[in-house]
């Protein structure tokens, strides 16, 4: 039985993330029909920019996907351990380089193909409804701009016993 005082049994933006969820494992399935196993949809960016800039720093990688330096690091982590890139010897003893492994060269010309076919079908499915998913996110950053998400959570939790 759900605990009707847990405040994380329901968001307003589960739909999102399940729709997000959905559309990731749909590109999972495309990589698995295509073999290439063991790629999650959400490293092809950075393998993709690998690829283009050739190796770099965790916190060149980071700038270039526009991710932070603690999330690029264990996502890196987890690419090196599945076997899609390695790191080498930077400019100094505390940075070393991301680079591309063997794996990762041999399909990473079909991930860009992958990339330019989802960003198609995207705009594709925004043709398809009459308020497209940029419009959404364009209207809510100007929101966000009159008045920071930060601001907005601290209003409601001034206003919860809880919190005091």
Known sequence: MAD????TGKSVWDPLWDLQAAMDADIARIYAEAHIEGLKPTWVKELIRLHRGGPMTITELAAAVGRTHSALSQKVA??????????VAGP???AKRVVLSAKAESVVGRLAAEWRATEAALVELEAEVPYPMARVVSDLRAALDRKSFRDRIAGKLAE?????
């Open 78 to 87: 987890a690419m090196r351990a599945a076997g899609w890139v390695r790191t």
């Open 4 to 7: 009707v005082d847990d405040p």
């Open 160 to 164: 919860d016993p809880a919190w005091r």
């Open 92 to 94: 100094d003893a505390r």
